[in-house]
């Protein structure tokens, strides 16, 4: 059990790593401004991050 716990664990935080990377390179890309799976994270994201 303690190992099916650690496998899900590690899986949600890669998850969030990913989408949270993929956010960041769309905020801080400057060449390419109209990426449509970056407006959809930006529009996701919650109040603080947006600003």
Known sequence: MK???SVLFITVVTMLLVVG???FA????TEKRYDEVGIELNIRMPGP???
């Open 3 to 5: 190992k099916v716990i």
């Open 26 to 29: 769309y905020v801080t890309n």
């Open 49 to 51: 991050l947006n600003a």
């Open 21 to 23: 990377w993929r956010w």
